[in-house]
């Protein structure tokens, strides 16, 4: 296995990892919350709509935060080597497995295993596994 220096930033991974980890401390502490990326957006597609404001806050933060490094010079470039039609299944796949876990991968692997769940480890294990697997049959059995 080789790794691309250029593309290898421990130090702002670690910086990242601490800003998600602080993140989440303060949405439970302070408003009680989990920091579920699904719940969070399923929450503004549900009817009543009582907790807007502070999902709606959570939401452009995420769409914003890569809005303003691209602005400050620093666009987060992704190269994905999927079809549109790839991303939607793949999509739609995610938020069928978000219902059948109760969870996101941000809500049990960086919330639910920090609060001590036996649930969110077992489905964050899951979701590793899963992913792992998916990319060995990709890369090494169909040769993608």
Known sequence: MLIDLASFTPG????????????AAVL??????????????????SLPRTDTAWR???VAG???APVIASLLG????????????EIL???FLVGVGTRYASGCTSGHGV???SRGSLRSL???????????????????LLGG
Not at 13 to 22: A, K, M, T
């Open 12 to 23: 702002l991974s670690l910086v990242g990892g601490l800003i998600i980890g602080v993140a």
């Open 111 to 113: 919330c639910g295993i």
């Open 62 to 64: 995420l769409v914003g």
């Open 28 to 45: 439970v502490l302070f408003n009680g919350r989990i920091a579920g990326i699904s719940g969070i957006f399923g929450g503004l597609l």
């Open 122 to 140: 077992v489905a964050t294990l899951t979701f590793m596994v899963a992913g792992f697997l998916t990319v060995f049959v990709q890369r090494h």
């Open 74 to 85: 620093k666009p987060a470039l992704a190269d994905i080597e999927a079809s549109w039609g």
């Open 89 to 91: 299944v793949g999509g």
């Open 56 to 58: 709606l806050a959570f």
